[in-house]
């Protein structure tokens, strides 16, 4: 039955109301923003460094109403995505894309029929869309999916580019991404986020890195749209720090080169501590554990197999798992508006896990726990690794 509830909360995210307040006054806005680290010793060899602005609010992420409703109501659009990054459907090189996801038509039988069919019904958009995002895209091909590849390099959910998913795919010059950030970002946020700083300011600088790629991204998902804006930062690994498994230190605002993590001051009329997440990810080549936190364990209570913080207005960490190949670290800010460099440090390898109990009547629990399920779970695990 949780497990049931956790769907629902996750699907209905778009449809939460900024306005929605609960036993402890702890609300959810529609805008959300989230700093994202991968440290990928296994697979990849490279760390990936993002931050993510995300909106179902047409009045904070802006497109034209009619082109969400044009995209929204036809049931086949699955995904609409602007991005500069590399190699962003295989083939692709050194070009910018926008991609239009599309569920296959059933009537279509044949590899011909299905392109011929994707192609039609994706050229009765691009022109609107070249139009209000100021591009040019020509079209390059279709492109049917068999793996998740494209997901994983956009780091984004199987509906945009897992196997199976059709793609029609227009191309155009390769923008740089400090340019093409500036540009779709004061023409999409709007101007009380813009001024709110906070992530997006972070979002910024990180976008004038020599390796940083972005990505805009519509989603159409019941009575509304959810509207992504993505800028990352790719690394190769040392060789020789691939190869140290031993206790190493962490300092995830180090790869941001920040001291302080600020909150959106867009957040400031209201209680939302869910709203901004600090999420970190290892994937090691051995089992390790994490200790040393300099910070604060958020204590939690396993639901469905999930562990949920019991306490959303203190700042600190949760850790699932703490231990094994892959550590997922997420840190909320509680009623806190900013975050120094020193509270998100941690270790790897060592004996010493810091935490913090918290004793809760059973009563206080359970509302708790309704609260977070209700309003938090969508956000909380919308984005990230499952175990």
């Excluded at 001024?195 to 009575?223: C, R, T």
């Excluded at 975050?339 to 004996?351: P, R």
């Amino acid at each position: 039955m949780l497990k049931i509830i956790f769907i629902l909360a996750i699907i209905g995210i778009v449809g939460i109301s900024t306005n929605y307040a609960y036993s402890q006054e702890i609300g959810l806005a529609t805008f959300q923003e989230s700093a994202q680290i991968i440290i990928d010793k296994k697979m990849l060899n490279k760390t990936t460094t993002s931050i993510t602005l995300l909106s179902s609010n047409l009045q904070e992420i802006k497109i034209p109403s009619e082109l969400e409703q044009r995209i929204r109501e036809n049931q086949r659009i699955q995904a609409i995505i602007i991005t500069n990054q590399n190699n962003c459907i295989l083939g692709v090189y050194d070009q910018s894309c926008i991609i239009i996801n599309i569920e296959r038509n059933p009537e279509d039988k044949g590899i011909n029929a299905i392109q011929d069919s994707s192609r039609k019904l994706a050229d009765s958009y691009i022109d609107e869309i070249n139009q209000v995002f100021d591009t040019n895209a020509e079209f390059l091909q279709v492109y049917i999916h068999t793996n998740d590849a494209t997901n994983q390099v956009l780091d984004t959910s199987g509906i945009i580019s897992g196997g199976g998913v059709i793609s029609a795919v227009y191309t155009m010059p390769m923008e740089d991404t400090g340019l093409m950030y500036d540009e779709l970002s004061s023409m999409l946020i709007s101007k009380s986020i813009r001024d709110g700083e906070g992530f997006y300011s972070i979002a910024k600088v990180l976008s004038k890195e020599q390796n940083a790629k972005m990505s805009f991204s519509i989603i159409p998902i019941e009575s509304k749209s959810l509207l992504q804006l993505r800028v990352s930062v790719d690394n190769q690994i040392p060789v020789e720090t691939q190869m140290d498994e031993t206790i190493s230190k962490i300092s995830p605002l180090g790869f941001f080169n920040i001291e302080n993590i600020n909150r959106s001051n867009y957040f400031a009329t209201g209680n939302y501590p869910l709203n901004s997440i600090f999420q970190i990810i290892i994937i090691s080549n051995n089992e390790t554990n994490v200790s040393d936190v300099k910070g604060t364990i958020i204590p939690t209570q396993t639901i469905d197999g999930i562990e949920m913080p019991t306490e959303v207005t203190k700042k600190g960490w949760i850790f699932d798992p703490q231990r094994g190949e892959l550590i997922q670290g997420k840190f909320i800010f509680g009623e806190s508006t900013s975050v120094n460099k020193n509270e998100l440090k941690f270790s790897l390898g060592g004996n010493n896990l810091q935490s913090k109990e918290m004793e809760l009547d059973e009563s206080t629990a359970v509302v708790i726990i309704i609260t977070i399920v209700s309003i938090g779970a969508a956000i909380f695990y919308l984005k990230g690794y499952k175990k």
